[in-house]
């Protein structure tokens, strides 16, 4: 039985296909398209997953949509006519996309899939939740889905168990941790719905001076969990900004301006806002348990994507294991919408063994053969050097060992926002000018980012504090005080971006100015190629540890395709690029001039 998820027309439009209950593929549209946050309906994404199962769409059994698109404008309608007149600018800008497209899904998915069999939409906090419960290895579990907003839901609780999943409790719009986040992410100069993660990133240079004004003038926030937001300080509900005046006049000045100067204040705004995230998604937490009693929590939604909340619940929280999924925005609800179809909807048994997750490590993107690689290179020219199984790992280890940045491209494609392996920029966590380095000459980013370390599973502990393996890259824990370095009084009075350059500890490349790190831990059975590379780092120069950031430049999706890869090697200071088993030097390159810009298409035959 195949069934097709979808998610569309928010942000991160996806593709998935469940086979029998089996994870075949899944994509977002954005890595296709080559546009950031795509949220067209994914014609790509879903052209790939059928042809991973060689089907077309009149073959499907069913077709899942993420939410309910009329729900969701039953929401938008009673929010501009609660809030009339304001907001009629915001309200003419968006109808004529829902009249004319969002309304008709259930139409566009028939037409364009040649379909005539069922359409399932499973509420947008269900999809959600499935994607957290369904795919986890617990045979029981209490889940958490926390969001900007859904139909009318921006939080919910619940238990999954077996085959089914049941929603306990739900915060409704507008309402919404997301959307506070979100509001910060706008006033600290980033943009919606694509920055947030930079302003976690800049939150540890910062205090939380303001922590206790968030709390106590924007959230009326219970023990419970529960809050409400004072919607005094907020625009979102009918216009075209996050916030408005009030907030402003509150935080005594206006929001940054992007790309204008990050000062000390706007890190401090971040480090409260992360303050307040955590302690909220902390008391979420211990709340669910009391009412559930589970020993196991399942994270699903944008801000699931928040790992240093996430490791906040993992060491101070009272469940034992927790599982996040990879892909816990609404590109993950497409996985998700196809999963509740197969097991809620129509009661499929689930077998789970309590060790195992069934994401097949999120590797469930593209692949392209050597033989295909060789095509493209060799029809474009392109200097290049071929080796063996044998040979790559330990050449790889030598680049790295040497100081070199490497495009890493290999196999499967990673599903959700996180590079873990197959399309990563690779680098020497022990140096401690490579975090500069990428971020200014090869990601070309803010230079505050921090990196995230790759390391051996076996060895996590002698690096990280961790409670549990973290292979999706989604948990912060602390570099082990063994290998951290006391900094001097002066070193410790430092402010701000004064901080960055300090080496911390022995891979300062990945430490933050916290001496926290987002780790990935790797095990040979899930990505065997990429983990031999590190195993023979390790050996050959006692280091288990490199830097992984996503294989991109600042505004561009993740790489895809060989020509993808090829193109951002290209116009970056990368050194090396591993095509499969081809390695491209930077310096045999021709530059990539005008006439070979967008080089020959890439055959995906």
Not at 100 to 128: M, T, V, Y
Not at 406 to 434: C, V
Not at 505 to 522: L, W
Not at 559 to 577: G, K, S
Request: a neutral charge; glycine letters at 6%.
């Amino acid at each position: 039985m195949k069934i097709l998820g979808i998610s569309a027309f928010y942000h991160d439009s996806a593709a998935a296909l469940v086979i029998d209950g089996e994870i075949i593929a899944a994509a977002q549209e954005e890595r296709f398209t080559r546009i950031k946050h795509d949220f067209a309906y994914p014609e790509n994404a879903i052209a790939y997953c059928l042809g991973e199962a060689k089907c077309q769409g009149r073959d499907l059994d069913f077709v899942a949509f993420y939410d309910k698109p009329f729900l969701k404008f039953k929401r938008i309608l009673e929010t501009y006519l609660a809030f009339a007149p304001a907001g009629v600018f915001s309200f003419i800008k968006a109808m004529p996309l829902w009249l004319k497209q969002k309304l008709w899904i259930k139409e566009q998915i028939r037409q364009e899939l040649d379909f005539c069999g069922k359409i399932i939409f499973p509420a947008h906090h269900e999809s959600h939740a499935a994607a957290a419960f369904f795919p986890s290895p617990f045979k029981e579990a209490a889940f958490i889905t926390l969001d900007g907003v859904g139909e009318y839901t921006t939080t919910s609780y619940g238990l999954g168990r077996g085959n089914g999943i049941k929603i306990l409790e739900e915060i409704h719009f507008p309402h919404s941790l997301g959307l506070l986040y979100s509001a910060f992410t706008y006033y600290t100069g980033f943009k919606v719905n694509s920055g947030e993660y930079k302003m976690m990133g800049l939150a540890p240079y910062g205090r939380p001076v303001y922590k206790v004004l968030i709390l106590s003038e924007l959230l009326d926030f219970k023990k419970d969990g529960s809050f409400r937001l004072n919607m005094k300080y907020f625009n979102y509900c009918t216009g075209l900004k996050m916030i408005n005046r009030n907030f402003e006049e509150l935080f005594k000045g206006p929001a940054r301006r992007p790309e204008s100067k990050i000062t000390q204040r706007d890190m401090d705004i971040a480090s409260s806002a992360q303050a307040a995230t955590e302690e909220v998604m902390l008391c979420i937490a211990r709340y669910v348990h009391a009412k559930t009693d589970m020993k196991n929590l399942c994270l699903a939604g944008g801000v699931a994507l928040n790992c240093v909340g996430n490791g906040r619940i993992l060491n101070d929280g009272p469940f034992e294991n927790i599982w996040i999924q990879p892909a816990a925005s609404d590109a993950g609800s497409a996985l998700g919408a196809a999963l509740f179809t197969w097991h809620q909807y129509l009661g499929n048994k689930r077998e789970a063994d309590e060790k195992c997750d069934f994401q097949k490590a999120s590797l469930l993107g593209p692949e392209f053969t050597n033989g295909q690689i060789k095509d493209f290179l060799e029809k474009n020219a392109i200097p290049h050097v071929w080796l063996t199984d044998e040979e790559l790992p330990d050449k790889a280890a030598d680049l790295l060992n040497d100081q070199s940045v490497i495009g890493w491209f290999q196999g499967k494609m990673e599903f959700g926002p996180r590079a873990l392996g197959n399309r990563s920029i690779l680098g020497d966590a022990r140096s401690a000018q490579m975090q500069e380095t990428i971020n200014l000459k090869i990601k070309f980013r803010e230079s505050f980012r921090p990196f995230a370390p790759t390391v051996l599973a076996e060895l996590a502990p002698d690096y990280f504090e961790l409670k549990q393996e973290s292979p999706y890259m989604l948990l912060v824990a602390q570099v082990n005080r063994r290998i951290c370095r006391e900094l001097t009084k002066d070193e410790g009075n430092l402010d701000g971006l004064d901080r960055l350059q300090l080496v911390r500890s022995s891979v300062p490349a990945i430490t933050h100015v916290d001496y926290s790190a987002r780790v990935q831990t790797i095990k040979e059975k899930d990505n065997p190629r990429y983990y031999k590379m590190l195993k023979r780092f390790y050996e050959k120069y006692g280091c288990a540890v490199v830097i992984n950031t996503s294989f991109n430049v600042r505004g561009e999706p993740i790489v895809c395709t060989p020509q993808d890869a090829y193109r951002c090697f290209m116009r970056t200071n990368m050194d090396y690029l591993m095509l499969g088993n081809f390695l491209l030097e930077k310096k045999e390159q021709k530059p990539l001039g005008k006439e070979k810009a967008w080089l020959r298409e890439f055959d995906w035959d």
